[in-house]
């Protein structure tokens, strides 16, 4: 019962990272620039965004549900906090203020710091660290879409 009060809550959370962000990216991904964009081949189409992003925030609020009265350490809230700040941060530094070199340094960080959760809290949740997976992968993507909008534009 106790994981489902913390499944909840950081589903509240994280979903709500998700609506912050749209809200500071305002029309970002039909805005002009962004549709003039010289955009990487592999872009996928805009769809897949809210739905990747929608799965991935769910096995994340599955991941923290585990994670947090596992280890509820100073460094397991400064590294959720850092994570939602820079999550949110990229889409008012990319899509708000065109930004494409901030953005990368910004996703680069998160990138990084979903790693550091992946890596360090493996032998803690066991299988379940798979759960962050789907973060650290579609990041690996979104940076390499960056990278490519911040070196062909």
């Not at 019962?1 to 912050?20: E, R, S, T, W």
């Not at 609020?61 to 939602?84: E, G, H």
């Not at 032998?123 to 962050?132: D, E, F, N, P």
């Not at 579609?138 to 990278?147: K, Q």
Request: with cysteine; net charge positive; glycine share 6%.
């Amino acid at each position: 019962m106790k994981i489902l009060k913390y499944f909840l809550g950081f589903l509240i959370v994280n979903y709500g990272a998700l609506a912050l962000g749209a809200w500071l990216m305002q029309n970002g991904p039909q805005s002009e620039w962004y549709l003039n964009l010289n955009k990487a081949p592999w872009t996928p189409p805009g769809w897949v965004f809210g739905t990747a992003w929608s799965m991935i925030m769910l096995c994340f609020s599955v991941y923290m549900a585990f994670l947090w009265p596992s280890d509820s350490s100073k460094k397991v809230k400064s590294l959720f906090t850092v994570q939602f700040l820079l999550n949110v941060g990229w889409n008012f530094v990319f899509f708000n203020q065109h930004m494409a070199g901030l953005g990368l340094l910004v996703i680069l960080l998160l990138t990084a710091v979903v790693c550091v959760f992946q890596y360090d809290y493996r032998k803690v949740l066991g299988l379940k660290s798979l759960l962050i997976t789907p973060y650290m992968l579609w990041l690996f993507i979104a940076n390499s879409l960056n990278l490519y909008i911040w070196l062909y534009n």
